[in-house]
């Protein structure tokens, strides 16, 4: 009885565990060879494998990754680049340009990260 | 979010758009684009199109096959199929060799079975003709197919194309419908004119295409059954089965 209780038990902390894993994954994706000009608007994470120009207007996170090519005005709450990115950033969280992500335009966020290796040219604001 | 959970959508190969994601503009690329959020403007694909139950899309479409389960306010332009299942709504025109809507949905427009070789480009027919083989043009000896009974022309079919030479005889493809629909609705072009006209258009089509006359030589050795009837009538025809 009790090992059946504590086997349930375990069962639960794994699914949580599952849970909290799958939490950062996008549920939008903008594939490899997918090229959208335009408007992107929403309230959940994007991940930007493919092209996007025009504006991105999200209120979750917005990662940009290696294959990504970001042409457009950017306002997020938190903006990851690993890519390409040309345009403006405002973020309300944190700006992240990880080393392999390249970036031409201005950042405006409270918090802004750049790695070693990162490309960036362009005017910082981190003003509150 | 959940969805990543229930859909496939987070492999390499597909598109997401997301249940609060909106995307407005022109949306091109070449793989498969599931839409679970709204797409407005237009949308241009090699591959399918799904558009979720959540899924909103009010865009010119031009796919290869579109799945749908949502709502799509627009015309639909697919080099192979569209489906529209049973939770599916669509106000629009479709253009696609094959059609298929499922009982309980919804749609208003017109459907042209016929005109895809025609608009689309060409290359699109010719890719259909390799990769289903059951996507064929028009062969020339279509007099040997016979035409079931069962088939009737209903009062307000839509008036045939000006000139049809497309692969019409996909309709057989579009048959299988899933069992449990009670009654389901298959709508299917076919060619109303007689062999003599259809020899002389496709002559014509020779002349302007020669490249189409490998897929044209090879036709006339294929069995009638496999070109099913649909050279036969060019208007397009509402079947209902019941069982």
């Given at each position: 009885m009790l090992s059946a209780w504590a086997f349930q038990f375990a069962c639960l902390l794994v699914c949580f565990h599952l849970n909290l894993c799958e939490k950062?994954?996008?549920?939008?994706v903008i594939g490899n060879s997918i090229v959208i000009d335009g408007e992107i608007t929403g309230d959940e994470d994007l991940t930007i494998r493919g092209t996007v120009k025009g504006r991105i207007s999200l209120t979750a996170s917005l990662i940009v990754e290696n294959s990504g090519i970001v042409e457009a005005d950017i306002e997020t709450r938190h903006v990851e680049v690993s890519g390409n990115v040309t345009g403006n950033i405002t973020a309300n969280e944190k700006v992240e340009l990880k080393s392999d992500g390249r970036m031409v335009g201005d950042i405006k966020a409270p918090r802004i990260l750049i790695a070693d290796g990162a490309v960036f040219k362009g005017n910082v604001d981190m003003e509150r | 979010m959940a969805i990543s959970k229930t859909n496939?959508?987070?492999?390499?190969?597909v598109t997401v758009i997301g249940d609060s994601v909106r995307v407005q503009g022109t949306l091109s690329g070449d793989e498969d684009l599931h839409v679970l959020g709204r797409v407005d403007g237009r949308i241009e694909l090699n591959r399918t199109l799904v558009v979720a139950p959540t899924g909103i899309v009010k865009a010119e479409v031009m796919v290869k096959n579109a799945v749908i389960s949502g709502v799509v306010v627009g015309n639909i332009h697919a080099s192979e199929s569209v489906e529209i299942t049973r939770e599916g709504r669509m106000v629009g025109d479709v253009y696609s060799p094959r059609v298929i809507i499922v009982d309980g949905a919804c749609f208003r427009g017109s459907i042209d079975m016929g005109d895809t070789a025609s608009m689309a480009g060409r290359q699109s027919g010719n890719e259909r003709s390799s990769s289903a083989p059951s996507t064929r043009p028009l062969s020339s000896s279509s007099s040997s197919s016979p035409t079931p009974s069962r088939f009737s022309s209903p009062p307000s079919a839509p008036p045939p194309p000006a000139w049809s030479p497309a692969p019409?005889?996909?309709?057989v493809n579009s048959a299988p419908v899933s069992p449990p629909v009670v009654a389901s609705v298959v709508i299917a072009a076919v060619d109303e004119q007689q062999s003599d006209d259809v020899e002389t258009l496709e002559a014509a089509e020779h002349e302007q295409e020669p490249e189409q006359e490998i897929d044209q030589g090879r036709l006339?050795?294929?069995?009638?059954q496999a070109r099913g009837?649909?050279?036969?009538?060019n208007k397009a025809r509402v079947i209902v089965k019941r069982k």
């Amino acid at each position: 009885m009790l090992s059946a209780w504590a086997f349930q038990f375990a069962c639960l902390l794994v699914c949580f565990h599952l849970n909290l894993c799958e939490k950062p994954m996008a549920s939008t994706v903008i594939g490899n060879s997918i090229v959208i000009d335009g408007e992107i608007t929403g309230d959940e994470d994007l991940t930007i494998r493919g092209t996007v120009k025009g504006r991105i207007s999200l209120t979750a996170s917005l990662i940009v990754e290696n294959s990504g090519i970001v042409e457009a005005d950017i306002e997020t709450r938190h903006v990851e680049v690993s890519g390409n990115v040309t345009g403006n950033i405002t973020a309300n969280e944190k700006v992240e340009l990880k080393s392999d992500g390249r970036m031409v335009g201005d950042i405006k966020a409270p918090r802004i990260l750049i790695a070693d290796g990162a490309v960036f040219k362009g005017n910082v604001d981190m003003e509150r | 979010m959940a969805i990543s959970k229930t859909n496939p959508g987070t492999e390499i190969n597909v598109t997401v758009i997301g249940d609060s994601v909106r995307v407005q503009g022109t949306l091109s690329g070449d793989e498969d684009l599931h839409v679970l959020g709204r797409v407005d403007g237009r949308i241009e694909l090699n591959r399918t199109l799904v558009v979720a139950p959540t899924g909103i899309v009010k865009a010119e479409v031009m796919v290869k096959n579109a799945v749908i389960s949502g709502v799509v306010v627009g015309n639909i332009h697919a080099s192979e199929s569209v489906e529209i299942t049973r939770e599916g709504r669509m106000v629009g025109d479709v253009y696609s060799p094959r059609v298929i809507i499922v009982d309980g949905a919804c749609f208003r427009g017109s459907i042209d079975m016929g005109d895809t070789a025609s608009m689309a480009g060409r290359q699109s027919g010719n890719e259909r003709s390799s990769s289903a083989p059951s996507t064929r043009p028009l062969s020339s000896s279509s007099s040997s197919s016979p035409t079931p009974s069962r088939f009737s022309s209903p009062p307000s079919a839509p008036p045939p194309p000006a000139w049809s030479p497309a692969p019409t005889s996909a309709w057989v493809n579009s048959a299988p419908v899933s069992p449990p629909v009670v009654a389901s609705v298959v709508i299917a072009a076919v060619d109303e004119q007689q062999s003599d006209d259809v020899e002389t258009l496709e002559a014509a089509e020779h002349e302007q295409e020669p490249e189409q006359e490998i897929d044209q030589g090879r036709l006339p050795t294929d069995p009638p059954q496999a070109r099913g009837f649909s050279q036969k009538s060019n208007k397009a025809r509402v079947i209902v089965k019941r069982k």
